[in-house]
């Protein structure tokens, strides 16, 4: 059957399926739901030390206190967890390696009196020389954090080194770099680095979990990825994975933060202290900033190499992420900035390398754009600085260099079409790119245009097989609609993709939108599904759903048509009711599902209601080539903006941005818009403002107003979105995601419009005022 | 310590056992099941809180409950109940101002807020009546164009 | 949980206080001032006085404070008091909002220094109920509030054991820090009627728009009499331990016409009057270097005022 044959509800706007609730204030996020009188409270104990030995941990006057329940700390708890590196305990064991490590966890009767019987855990510490660098940390005199990593458990394509910080270091290769420099006439060599900011969900992390009598377990967890909590848990813990139940709450926000397991295990580990007892844990924000994740900071070495016509013959990169005290979290994200590495370029002759490394540092994790935001901040720079030294357009520079479809990627892999060079050309437009830079609002101040264009991998390592379930339940007679239940794995954290999720269905099927009802998550019930990083969302789970679909769709036709003695093939299911082009005759869902269909004979046939779809991508090669097995698929984009510099003061004021993303198929055109600006906002902020700051692993900012996000006044007065459609072959109705990526190239693109308004590069995010000043009196 | 309070809320009067140390917000969310505000920071920083206490827009986070004895609290609740402010929430709805909408309610009482004193706003205003309110996931501009809409819908 | 950090010097880093104290404080809501005083002298240090609470709610619920009791302030009528004669100036209850102090017409018409700064703090749900007192007692040095009251030579009201008036500069001691002794109560704020027309401007850097935290902040303000501008006024804040007047550029300024070379040498005076720290937030020469840039740019949004531009 060809799935692009009704696409009723897609490809069009079509509202937020639960916004008449948000506006009500109807959506209960984790903290707001109820868990009755027998509800207890957890508040963690932290490491306040950078790097210790753990000398003794003395909970007893926090046991002292009435209304305690239970105090556990690491010697509780063995196991680390991880799921594709097991190298983080619950509780820190015998040393702790970043301030705000759990080192002890309290349940008590009232969230006050968790937090103060915290407060009386007597920590003592022996210190430790510590590592608050990533390049100092791959020193060999340096200290080692995780001395015994290599005899961690973790997965084949996970390459730790023993006895450094290196938790992970992988390579990606073609061409010959001999060769390439040899061809190059201009040849630039320079270090980026980006910084570690924080995802800052509005909703912070929160997690609840009891243990019921018959030895099951259910978290409730504020979670993007409920089966990898559910698996990492309970290998960790030693249960058996179908003991533990996580069930997903509605989302206030993940952007990758929400991708692991961070806080959960603690409520488990209570729950099981506390049979029958629900016990919940919910951050303050500080804790948002030292105890859950952060997005790496980058350093990027990047050489590059142009010929005299201004073709790139080149590159030669060095990406190092600081982990921070785990890794775990950054084995893809380390395989997406070697096999994306290059940026969207044809480039023959490369030679990638992406580490991993250890600090004393809060644990790394991806964040929005799986590092693809970090490598093009780099890379998208040195292009303008090798335009420049070529004496070259930057916009032209980038069009002889962009990579197009059939162009050799890896091995054997070559590029599918792709809609990136439009994308350019749309965004550069958009900003008047050939157009004199404007007049300044006032003396003193400069204007500057800057692009860039992305890429962004969609990874085979993360693309954990999706299932989803589609059924027909039957309901009330005296009710008009017929349910139409599915089944996914992965939650809404506010991309929209139930919405997504409902319009593939009913268009699909055939049915009104209204008949569809996404069942809540669960893993005892719901279908499995990966964490949901890069952008994989819409391509495995929408491919999922597309084939549950026709599953269920085939089902009901073919009994149908045998019901009819018609081919199936002329019978059709147009809002909820089966036709057949040949006789005419119809048939409700409704009627089917409660009566079945009549045979000839007189009997009934009552075909099975359930249709069930797998994506399972071709499983990588463990042991074999792992670049070439890397890339299922690229989605691409540019952006550019138009900012203003003051130049006594440093200030930036972005007056215009333009974003143009290649979504394949725009299922949605509304919400593909909103997460296009939302993502685009979001960068601005992490490009201007946001930076984790420590000194000697001490964080600094931990509240808002010191850790400033970007607020409404920080809108420019010009934002727009341009969609294209260059269909993905692989997609469902041949979409790409977009949401993960949305803001990849503003970072890169804000920096050429300054270093154009200014004449001064800023290499090292975040862009702020201090910064440019600082660059301009030099 | 413990007080014992009358709060009107959202047209209800509910007599109340608090602590001292409760603010308004921990009453409205864990004794009245109130849940539509959001606590995001508990310091001021977030703007999720935000609730009308006698009619002015504040974050309940910052009010001790028994500072709010005898006073009218309208939540997000109460004024989807009211419909007096519907076309805001239509608009909302219709320019994409949420995504997530952990920080929906608290925009929502801070621009009906505006709306009520200002039926006419223009950009500026707008911007600077939103200024504390955080929002991770739009980038702002729904939530703009929203209020924008819904003052001009209104009659 | 709470961080105790002073700015830029900070040794460790503690989610909580090591005692960790519960929440056993007491609330009480009081109608008199010598009702308040009585309390805050019967376990003075342990009783707080309760304002707008913008500052004061979030700290009690670290469990952090040593409270015993917090006295509710706002219902005290004469610390609501917001009045305006000409003969004296203007009176500021300490618990008037800066919601209450924008919309006042003599305020807005008489003193537009406070009235730009006061704009530019926090939001408006903020606004409504934090007190201009409350942010004196605050002493923030980073305070946007605190050089404008400077520039009007305001003076502190305070009641305790006995009643005392303190200037401003005095009574502000540091970051942080304030002369108001554990048992007494900032009741209000008397700011002397303007020279002449008063001309001001605030001048104020941040990291972003919406930021709380001010980076460099410049008051100016002038007198205007028949088109001349005399007995300028100058405060910067959050380049040393509290905010403070620049006297030395005051005087330059009021002794010569304010042409670009005057400005300059009074730039001078006010970054050599500056005493900015390395912090996290920023660095002491960049500091240094805004202060420059604000003043000028302050000293000449004020002439250009005063022309009938409005930049
Ligand atoms: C989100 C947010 C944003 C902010 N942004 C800014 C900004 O941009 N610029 C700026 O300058 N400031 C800013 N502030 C600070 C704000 O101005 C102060 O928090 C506020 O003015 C304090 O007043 P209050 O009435 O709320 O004080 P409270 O919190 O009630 O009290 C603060 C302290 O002062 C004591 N106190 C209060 N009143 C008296 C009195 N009359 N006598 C004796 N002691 C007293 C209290 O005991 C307490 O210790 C911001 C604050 C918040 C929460
Ligand atoms: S919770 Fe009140 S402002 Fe954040
Ligand atoms: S919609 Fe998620 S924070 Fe605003």
Redesign the interface.
């Known amino acids: 059957m060809n799935p692009v044959r009704k696409t009723q509800w897609l490809g069009r706007p079509f509202p937020r399926i639960e916004a008449g609730l948000k506006v009500a204030g109807g959506i209960r996020y984790l903290d707001d739901m109820a868990f009755g009188p027998d509800l207890v409270y957890a508040a963690i104990v932290h490491s306040t030390r950078p790097h210790a030995r753990l000398v003794g941990v003395n909970t007893a006057p926090a046991q002292a206190l009435e209304g305690v329940l239970a105090v556990l700390t690491g010697r509780d708890v063995p196991g680390r967890l991880g799921h594709a590196l097991a190298d983080r305990p619950i509780l820190a064991h015998d040393r702790v390696r970043y301030v705000g490590e759990p080192v002890a966890v309290v349940a008590a009767v009232s969230p006050e009196l968790a937090v103060a019987a915290a407060q009386r855990v007597k920590v003592t510490y022996e210190d430790l020389p510590g590592v608050f660098d990533s390049e100092k940390a791959l020193r060999p005199d340096a200290p080692l954090l995780h001395p015994q990593v290599d005899e961690y458990e973790r997965r084949a394509f996970v390459h730790p080194r023993a006895g450094t910080n290196l938790a992970h270091v992988c390579r990606a290769r073609r061409g010959d770099m001999e060769a390439g420099w040899q061809a190059a006439s201009t040849v630039l060599a320079d270090t980026y680095r980006g910084a570690p900011i924080q995802h800052a969900s509005m909703e912070p992390h929160g997690a609840v979990a009891q243990c019921h009598p018959d030895g099951t377990i259910t978290l409730w967890a504020s979670t993007q990825a409920p089966f990898v909590q559910q698996a990492t848990i309970a290998q960790t813990l030693g249960l058996d994975p179908r003991r533990l139940h996580v069930r997903a709450a509605a989302v206030g926000g993940g952007f990758g933060g929400k991708s692991f397991v961070s806080i959960e295990a603690l409520v488990v580990l209570l729950a099981l202290a506390l049979p029958g007892r629900p016990v919940k844990l919910v951050l303050q924000r500080a804790e948002e900033f030292t105890t859950t994740f952060v997005r790496p900071a980058l350093l990027a070495h990047v050489r590059m190499g142009a010929d005299r016509h201004g073709k790139l013959t080149a590159l030669e990169a060095h990406y190092v992420w600081d982990a921070g005290a785990s890794a775990d979290a950054l084995i893809e994200l380390a395989w997406a900035a070697a096999l994306a590495g290059t940026g969207p370029y044809a480039i023959p002759h490369v030679d990638l390398t992406s580490s991993v490394v250890y600090t004393n540092h809060t644990p790394a994790a991806p964040m929005r754009g799986n590092g693809m935001a970090e490598v093009h901040w780099a890379i998208e720079q040195h292009m303008d600085r090798m335009a420049a030294a070529l004496g070259m357009d930057p916009m032209s520079f980038r069009l002889r260099n962009l990579i197009k479809g059939g162009d050799p990627v890896w091995d054997g892999q070559v590029m599918h079409a792709t809609g990136l060079e439009q994308c350019l050309r749309q965004v550069a437009q958009a900003v008047r790119w050939q157009a004199a830079p404007g007049k300044p609002s006032s003396a003193g101040r400069r204007r500057g245009r800057g692009l860039a264009v992305m890429w962004s991998p969609v990874l085979r390592h993360m693309a954990i097989s999706a299932t989803a379930v589609v059924r027909l339940e039957s309901s009330p007679a005296a009710e008009a609609i017929q349910p139409v239940v599915v089944e996914v794995g992965s939650p809404d954290t506010g991309q929209g993709f139930a919405t997504l999720v409902v319009q593939l269905v009913s268009s699909l099927l055939g049915v009104p939108p209204e008949w569809v009802q996404l069942q809540p998550i669960d893993t005892a019930r719901s279908s499995f599904s990966g964490p949901g990083l890069g952008g994989q969302l819409t391509w495995s789970q929408g491919n999922a759903i597309v084939r549950a679909v026709q599953d269920l769709r085939g089902r009901l036709l073919s009994a149908v048509a045998q019901a009819w003695d018609e081919p199936p093939g002329a019978l059709d299911i147009v809002e909820g009711v089966i036709h057949s082009h040949a006789s005419h005759r119809s048939l409700s869902l409704r009627q089917l599902v409660q009566e079945g269909v009549r045979l000839a004979d007189g009997s009934v046939l009552r075909p099975e209601l359930r249709g069930e779809g797998r994506f399972e991508p071709t499983a990588p090669d463990e042991a074999g080539d792992e670049q070439a097995l890397g890339v299922v698929h690229f989605s691409t984009g540019a952006q550019a903006v138009e900012v203003e510099v003051d130049l006594e003061t440093g200030t930036i004021d972005v007056l215009h941005i333009a974003s143009a993303f290649d979504v394949g198929h725009a299922l949605n055109p509304d919400l593909v818009v909103a997460q296009i600006k939302g993502g685009a906002m979001q960068a601005l902020s992490a490009t201007l403002f946001e930076q984790v700051r420590r000194a000697d692993g001490i964080p600094l900012n931990v509240r808002l107003s010191d850790y400033h996000l970007a607020t409404i006044l920080d809108l420019p007065p010009t934002i727009e979105a341009v969609v294209v459609e260059v269909p993905q072959g692989d997609g469902p109705f041949g979409a790409r995601g977009v949401s993960d990526h949305a803001g990849v190239g503003l970072a890169p693109a804000i920096a050429n419009a300054v270093a154009q308004a200014t004449g001064v590069r800023i290499t090292a995010m975040p862009i702020t005022p201090e910064h440019v000043w600082r660059a301009l009196q030099t | 310590?413990r007080?014992e309070i009358t709060l009107h809320v959202n047209g209800h009067e509910h007599r109340l056992q608090v602590?001292?140390?409760h603010?308004l917000l921990d009453v409205l969310?864990r004794q009245l099941?109130?849940?539509?505000?959001?606590?995001?920071?508990?310091?001021?920083?977030?703007?999720?809180c935000?609730i009308w206490l006698n009619d002015?827009?504040?974050?309940s986070?910052?009010?001790?409950a028994?500072?709010a004895?005898g006073a009218h609290v309208l939540?997000?609740?109460g004024l989807?109940a009211s419909g007096e402010f519907a076309h805001l929430?239509e608009a909302?709805?219709?320019h994409?101002g949420?995504?997530?909408?952990?920080?929906?309610?608290g925009f929502?009482m801070?621009a009906a807020?505006?709306l009520r004193e200002n039926a006419r706003p223009d950009a500026a205003t707008?911007?600077?009546?939103?200024?504390?309110?955080?929002?991770?996931?739009?980038?702002?501009?729904?939530?703009?164009r929203a209020v924008q809409t819904a003052s001009r819908m209104r009659r | 949980m709470c961080i105790l950090k002073e700015d830029g010097r900070l040794l460790e880093f503690h989610f909580s206080d090591e005692a960790g104290c519960l929440h056993t404080f007491d609330y009480v809501r009081v109608r008199d001032v010598n009702e308040a005083i009585a309390l805050l002298q019967a376990a003075p240090g342990e009783v707080r006085p309760l304002a707008g609470g913008t500052e004061l709610v979030p700290a009690l619920q670290t469990g952090r404070l040593p409270v015993r009791c917090v006295v509710d302030i706002k219902g005290i009528a004469p610390l609501q008091e917001l009045a305006y004669r000409p003969d004296e100036g203007l009176y500021l209850g300490a618990v008037v909002t800066f919601d209450r102090l924008l919309a006042q017409p003599e305020v807005r018409r008489l003193y537009p220094l406070l009235v730009e700064a006061a704009r530019q703090i926090a939001s408006p749900a903020v606004r409504n109920r934090a007190t201009v007192g409350g942010a004196v007692c605050v002493a923030a040095a980073y305070s946007d509030w605190l050089p404008a009251l400077l520039c009007q030579d305001a003076v502190g009201l305070v009641m305790g054991a006995a009643e005392r008036r303190i200037p401003l500069a005095e009574f502000v001691c540091g970051d942080g820090c304030t002369r108001l002794a554990a048992d007494e109560l900032l009741v209000g704020l008397w700011l002397p009627s303007p020279s002449g027309a008063a001309v001001g401007s605030y001048q104020k850097l941040r990291l972003g728009h919406g930021s709380r935290i001010t980076l460099v902040g410049a008051a100016i303000q002038a007198h205007a009499h028949d088109g001349q501008l005399q007995d300028w006024r100058m405060a910067l804040t959050a380049v040393g331990p509290k905010p403070f007047r620049v006297s030395a550029a005051e005087a330059l300024l009021n002794q010569e016409n304010p042409t670009a070379a005057v400005i300059a040498e009074a730039v001078l005076r006010a970054q050599a009057a500056a005493a900015p720290t390395d912090d996290f937030r920023a660095g002491a020469d960049y500091r240094r270097a805004m202060v420059g840039v604000l003043v000028r740019r302050g000293i000449e949004t004020v002439l250009a005022r005063v022309r009938g531009a409005k930049p």
């Open positions: 310590m007080h602590e001292s140390h603010t969310r099941g109130l849940t539509g505000t959001k606590h995001g920071c508990d310091c001021g920083e977030c703007g999720a935000s002015r827009l504040v974050l986070c910052l009010v001790l028994a500072e004895d939540t997000v609740e989807a929430q909302f709805i219709e994409h949420m995504q997530c909408g952990f920080c929906t309610a929502l801070a807020a505006l707008i911007r600077a009546a939103l200024a504390g309110n955080l929002c991770r996931c739009t980038g702002y501009h729904g939530i703009l």
